[in-house]
T-cell receptor, first 114, second 111 residues
Framework: DAGVIQSPRHEVTEMGQEVTLRCKPISGHNSLFWYRQTMMRGLELLIY????????DSGMPEDRFSAKMPNASFSTLKIQPSEPRDSAVYFC????????????FGSGTQLSVL | GNSVTQMEGPVTLSEEAFLTINCTYT??????LFWYVQYPGEGLQLLLK?????DKGSNKGFEATYRKETTSFHLEKGSVQVSDSAVYFC??????????FGAGTILRVKS
């Protein structure tokens, strides 16, 4: 079975550029989560969706960050404009809404903003 | 709010050594508790869980017991292997809300 699929695996960009990270959740899962992982802050929840609807975006650090889920099989996290402090590993995870305890994580996107 | 505190790493052990990674939590009610593991270059995977006081979660030789009196959920393994080298995250969820993760503890096992 395919797990959570994220792309790209690695992204290197220059400050000020737009960055788009992509996620395909496990088929049938109706909750989707975006996390950011850094050495300083550990694993932070940025936003999560239930049935394609954003439920809690309180973890989104700034207006430069936005996330969408146009359908049940696709989500994007966009940073515009990007800054060096956005450099981190970004994880997408999915779960069944009635089993929020067990998240399935993708392999992450390592973002470097120069 | 809910929070999880883990011991700082990295923890470096020789093969077959005994492992303990401490985890304590703060919650308003009765959360479910979890350990997730992250192998190099991969996302997190659920390792084990416990849903009520005195429950013991176990998997792949790892164990953790839900201690309500000490608000702890320490991870233990009797004999670690090189393949256990990873980052371990303690986490909790309450009332079906979002998972709250600790900062993670790096484990390095040397042969």
């Amino acid at each position: 079975d395919a797990g959570v699929i994220q792309s790209p695996r690695h992204e290197v960009t220059e400050m000020g550029q737009e960055v788009t990270l992509r996620c395909k959740p496990i088929s049938g899962h109706n909750s989707l989560f975006w996390y950011r992982q850094t050495m300083m802050r550990g694993l932070e929840l940025l936003i999560y969706f239930n049935n394609n609807v954003p439920i809690d975006d309180s973890g989104m650090p700034e207006d430069r960050f936005s996330a969408k889920m146009p359908n049940a099989s696709f989500s994007t996290l966009k940073i515009q404009p990007s800054e060096p402090r956005d450099s981190a590993v970004y994880f997408c995870a999915s779960s069944l809404q009635n089993n929020r305890e067990k998240l399935f994580f993708g392999s992450g996107t390592q973002l470097s903003v120069l | 709010g809910n929070s999880v505190t883990q011991m700082e790493g990295p923890v470096t052990l020789s093969e077959e050594a005994f492992l303990t990674i401490n985890c304590t939590y703060t919650a308003t009610g009765y959360p479910s508790l979890f350990w997730y593991v992250q192998y190099p270059g991969e996302g997190l995977q659920l390792l084990l869980k416990a849903t009520k006081a005195d429950d013991k979660g176990s998997n792949k030789g790892f164990e953790a017991t839900y201690r309500k009196e000490t608000t702890s959920f320490h991870l233990e393994k009797g004999s670690v292997q090189v393949s256990d080298s990873a980052v371990y995250f303690c986490a909790l969820v309450e009332y079906g809300n979002k998972l709250v993760f600790g900062a993670g503890t790096i484990l390095r096992v040397k042969s």
